[in-house]
């Protein structure tokens, strides 16, 4: 069966980590000092959206008003911090009123360090969304990352990511950590699969000495679904790194993952050796790259292959900042509303952002994706975004975004154009 939870967990969850690791520390703060760290604001959003359900014929548009009450919370002290980030939607539409829903959006990261070496943390995820095209969620995944999927009607769904660990450092460059996962996915559309996931997982990264590390990781991931097979995966990776000095740094990595499907689905194994650099340019300019290749071997049927690469370029200025990442070689779809299984892809996405003036920043981003399916479906999937914000006074803020999204596929009826526009006014206490 598929665990339920809500919006109720989520914020039993909250509560929880509030009070084991902040109320303790927090009760001998000052008042005052206490309520500064609280910072509740308020959105309304006006979107325009031409083709709601991403279909190639019939399109439906609409204009979409949100009005979205946030709170954040931000306490970062010597030995425990939390930072929270929860949004509330009233989502209404013009035209199409049975699609109005309350959405949720809210993030959690909170730590407790004993004796400066033990730590506890919790992260959380919490989205409830109608979107066709969901988000990646990973700590880190720039605004135009997304996850696999060719899903097109517009459903509510549910993703509640709950992360806790716990690290002990034993030295310098040294440390081992145990980090559990618990990802819970479901869809008020009976066509869509919900999941849930549970991954046990143990690290260890012990540096010799100031030029010689490595790094090793195992991984236990049990998929309960809805309608598919449940799925027992393990993951085992090793890295050996050597820096040259402070700046670069080599390594050369292995990893492999067993898939253990109940039949009749089918099992597989992946191989990818890769070998990669990590050099800071300045200390605002760092790259890195990594390329291999990887091997796919299922108990039935002929072996598949292709070059493995992730790289990344990143700038963070004064002034402007920006990301540009590349990957590609094999992608794992489980816990979506779709489970399309393993899959061969390429990828590039880039950020830039630019205060052009103290109050008054830009924004650009755009992606490129070419996904083959293992059913043979090839979808060529791109958008652009722009944005451009101002701070009218030191508590209001105003915003406008236009984007463009698009599939090509060999499908006829998975081809899709999208064009948004949208102006928000933000009112923060």
Same mark, same amino acid.
């Given at each position: 069966?598929?665990?339920?939870?809500?919006?109720?967990?989520?914020?039993?969850?909250?509560?929880?980590?509030?009070?084991?690791? +902040?109320?303790?520390?927090?009760?001998?703060?000052?008042?005052?000092?206490?309520?500064?760290?609280?910072?509740?604001?308020?959105?309304?959003?006006?979107?325009? $959206?031409?083709?709601? &359900? =991403?279909?190639?014929?019939?399109?439906? #548009?609409?204009?979409?008003? %949100?009005?979205?009450? @946030?709170?954040?919370?931000?306490? #970062?002290?010597?030995?425990?911090?939390?930072?929270?980030?929860?949004?509330?939607?009233?989502?209404?539409?013009?035209?199409?009123?049975?699609?109005?829903?309350?959405?949720?959006?809210? !993030? /959690? $990261?909170?730590?407790?360090?004993? +004796?400066?070496?033990?730590?506890?943390?919790?992260?959380?995820?919490?989205?409830?969304?109608?979107?066709?095209?969901?988000?990646?969620?990973?700590?880190?995944?720039?605004?135009?990352?997304?996850?696999?999927?060719?899903?097109?009607?517009?459903?509510?769904?549910?993703?509640?990511?709950?992360?806790?660990?716990?690290?002990?450092?034993? @030295?310098?460059?040294?440390?081992?950590?145990?980090?559990?996962?618990?990802?819970?996915?479901? $869809?008020?559309?009976?066509?869509?699969?919900?999941?849930?996931?549970?991954?046990?997982?143990?690290?260890? *990264?012990?540096?010799?000495?100031?030029?010689?590390?490595?790094?090793?990781?195992?991984?236990?991931?049990?998929?309960?679904?809805?309608?598919? *097979?449940?799925? %027992?995966?393990?993951?085992?990776? +090793?890295?050996?790194?050597?820096?040259?000095?402070?700046? %670069?740094?080599?390594? @050369?990595?292995?990893?492999?993952? !067993?898939? !253990?499907?109940?039949?009749?689905?089918?099992?597989? &194994?992946?191989?990818?050796?890769?070998?990669?650099?990590?050099?800071?340019?300045?200390?605002? /300019?760092?790259?890195?790259?990594?390329?291999?290749?990887?091997?796919?071997?299922?108990?039935?049927?002929?072996? %598949?292959?292709?070059?493995?690469?992730?790289?990344?370029?990143?700038?963070?200025?004064?002034? *402007?900042?920006? *990301?540009?990442?590349?990957?590609?070689?094999?992608?794992?779809?489980?816990?979506?509303?779709?489970?399309?299984?393993?899959?061969?892809?390429?990828?590039?996405?880039?950020?830039?952002?630019?205060?052009?003036?103290?109050?008054?920043?830009?924004?650009?981003? +755009?992606?490129?994706?070419?996904?083959? =399916?293992?059913?043979?479906?090839? &979808?060529?999937?791109?958008?652009?975004? @722009?944005?451009?914000?101002?701070?009218?006074?030191?508590?209001?803020?105003?915003?406008?975004?236009?984007?463009?999204?698009? !599939?090509?596929?060999?499908?006829?009826?998975?081809?899709?154009?999208?064009?948004?526009?949208?102006?928000?006014?933000?009112?923060?206490?």
């Amino acid at each position: 069966m598929i665990e339920k939870i809500g919006r109720a967990g989520w914020i039993w969850r909250f509560f929880f980590v509030f009070l084991w690791i +902040g109320l303790p520390s927090m009760l001998q703060a000052d008042p005052v000092d206490l309520l500064s760290k609280f910072s509740p604001s308020i959105s309304i959003v006006e979107e325009y $959206n031409d083709n709601l &359900d =991403l279909a190639p014929k019939n399109k439906k #548009n609409d204009f979409i008003t %949100t009005v979205y009450p @946030g709170l954040k919370f931000s306490a #970062n002290e010597t030995k425990y911090g939390m930072d929270l980030d929860y949004r509330l939607g009233f989502v209404f539409h013009s035209k199409e009123n049975d699609r109005d829903y309350i959405s949720h959006a809210g !993030n /959690l $990261n909170a730590w407790y360090t004993l +004796g400066r070496r033990l730590t506890f943390r919790v992260r959380e995820y919490l989205i409830r969304s109608e979107e066709p095209r969901e988000q990646e969620f990973t700590p880190g995944s720039l605004p135009d990352q997304y996850l696999l999927g060719t899903q097109k009607a517009r459903a509510i769904y549910l993703r509640n990511v709950f992360e806790p660990s716990i690290e002990y450092q034993f @030295g310098k460059g040294r440390n081992i950590s145990l980090n559990y996962r618990s990802n819970i996915y479901r $869809n008020q559309n009976s066509l869509f699969q919900n999941s849930r996931e549970d991954f046990f997982n143990p690290r260890l *990264t012990y540096w010799f000495n100031i030029r010689n590390g490595i790094s090793l990781e195992y991984g236990l991931a049990l998929g309960d679904f809805k309608r598919s *097979t449940d799925l %027992t995966g393990q993951m085992a990776m +090793g890295r050996y790194t050597y820096r040259f000095n402070p700046r %670069t740094a080599i390594f @050369g990595e292995y990893t492999y993952l !067993n898939r !253990n499907f109940k039949p009749p689905s089918i099992d597989y &194994d992946v191989q990818r050796p890769s070998l990669g650099i990590a050099h800071d340019f300045s200390p605002t /300019l760092t790259g890195r790259a990594q390329l291999g290749y990887f091997w796919q071997t299922p108990s039935k049927g002929s072996t %598949t292959g292709g070059i493995y690469y992730d790289a990344s370029l990143s700038q963070r200025a004064k002034r *402007t900042t920006y *990301t540009v990442l590349v990957q590609g070689g094999y992608n794992e779809d489980y816990f979506t509303a779709e489970n399309l299984g393993f899959s061969k892809y390429h990828r590039i996405v880039g950020t830039i952002n630019h205060q052009l003036k103290e109050r008054m920043t830009l924004g650009l981003s +755009g992606s490129l994706e070419r996904a083959k =399916l293992s059913s043979g479906q090839l &979808d060529r999937i791109g958008g652009v975004r @722009g944005d451009a914000s101002y701070r009218v006074l030191k508590w209001l803020t105003i915003s406008l975004e236009a984007s463009h999204r698009e !599939n090509r596929s060999n499908i006829d009826t998975r081809d899709y154009k999208e064009n948004r526009g949208m102006f928000r006014v933000t009112a923060t206490f």
